[in-house]
Nanobody, 127 residues
């Protein structure tokens, strides 16, 4: 029953910024952002724990992307700055429902632990 809806994607020039939103309906879980470019495997981008106390980032986006959450609004954000053409992909948010991660207020960035997925939002970085 948990539903996730991404928004905020679009076309942006290299060096530009976008903010993605993931609106969740249901319980508060750790949330991960993943992306998939045409012909490539889906990869983890960032994650944030259910309580917001822990975050992780892929090396390729560290220092450029920031994940945050507003639990009162059941929304997770991904602020993307200094965007590069290689960031072009469909971006998905997903929920990781394991009890242990909620207790420890941690998050992981492995696809197999995420059971709920949004529909994706396209991000295109091009001049």
């Amino acid at each position: 029953q948990l539903q996730l809806v991404e928004s905020g994607g679009g076309l942006v020039q290299p060096g530009g910024s976008l903010r993605l939103s993931c609106a969740a309906s249901g319980f508060t879980f750790a949330i991960g952002w993943f992306r998939q470019a045409p012909g490539k495997e889906r990869e983890g981008v960032s994650c944030i724990s259910s309580g917001g106390g822990s975050t992780n980032y892929a090396d390729s986006v560290k220092g450029r992307f920031t994940i945050s959450r507003d639990n009162a609004k059941n929304t997770v954000y991904l602020q993307m700055n200094s965007l590069k053409p290689e960031d072009t992909a469909v971006y998905y948010c997903a929920a990781e429902p394991r009890f242990i991660t909620r207790v420890r207020d941690m998050c992981v960035m492995t696809l197999r632990d995420y059971n709920y997925w949004g529909q994706g939002t396209q991000v295109t970085v091009s001049s």
